[in-house]
């Protein structure tokens, strides 16, 4: 069976989406259980994408081939895990600050968090304060992660820290940012848990920070 699982993850890597997908239901016909072809095909499969991409070996396009062959994967896996195994690292929130229309970094973290065993609530972009309150209230989100590309929007990052804060619900989460003109030193004068210039970065201190 774990032939089946080096398959998943080769073609995954590859960014095979119908390849992927047919080894899934196959392996889940052997009568795998959903959570080890999760960890073991495409956890495994997006974590040497990761390595590669972090390497300079992958860049942007091929990851985000690789993430898609993910998703297919994952569409025919989801039904089957149970609700702890669908957010086995955690439950994140991400999206892009108000008055920012900016994604492919966002798109980029999104997946391969979820790549990574998140469960991924993407909001999209030119999101609110509120909005990113509400939905990590409602989906009781353990880490939210607010992306920037202009540095005109950054300002929205501690605006919607202090948002967390009026609703007391700043000490339920983690929060994490990150985009091009972000810096660590923004990072600590704004009060987030976490920064990364880059998206494997972003997947290692996600995972830092799920199990603090």
Do not use: C, W
């Not at 030193?185 to 997947?203: H, L, R």
Request: without cysteine; proline residues 3%.
């Amino acid at each position: 069976m774990a032939d089946i699982l080096q398959q998943i993850a080769s073609n995954l890597y590859n960014g095979e989406a119908e390849e992927v997908a047919s080894l899934v239901q196959k392996a889940l016909d052997q009568g795998m259980p959903p959570s080890s072809i999760l960890s073991g095909g495409l956890i495994t499969g997006m974590d040497e994408v990761g390595r590669d991409f972090k390497a300079g070996d992958l860049f942007v396009p091929e990851v985000l081939i690789a993430a898609r062959a993910m998703h297919a994967g994952m569409n025919v896996l989801r039904p089957l895990l149970s609700q702890a195994e669908a957010a086995g690292a955690g439950k994140f929130v991400i999206g892009t600050v108000k008055g920012d229309l900016h994604d492919i970094g966002k798109n980029l973290v999104a997946s391969m968090l979820e790549g990574a065993g998140f469960e991924v609530i993407d909001l999209g972009t030119d999101v609110s304060p509120a909005k990113f309150v509400a939905e990590a209230q409602s989906k009781n989100a353990n880490i939210v992660a607010l992306s920037a590309l202009l540095t005109t929007t950054m300002p929205s990052m501690r605006t919607t820290i202090e948002e967390f804060q009026r609703a007391a619900f700043r000490d339920k989460v983690k929060i994490m940012i990150g985009g091009a003109p972000v810096t660590q030193q923004f990072a600590e004068q704004i009060g987030a848990d976490g920064y990364s210039d880059n998206a494997n970065g972003a997947v290692a201190m996600a995972r830092r920070l799920a199990g603090a």
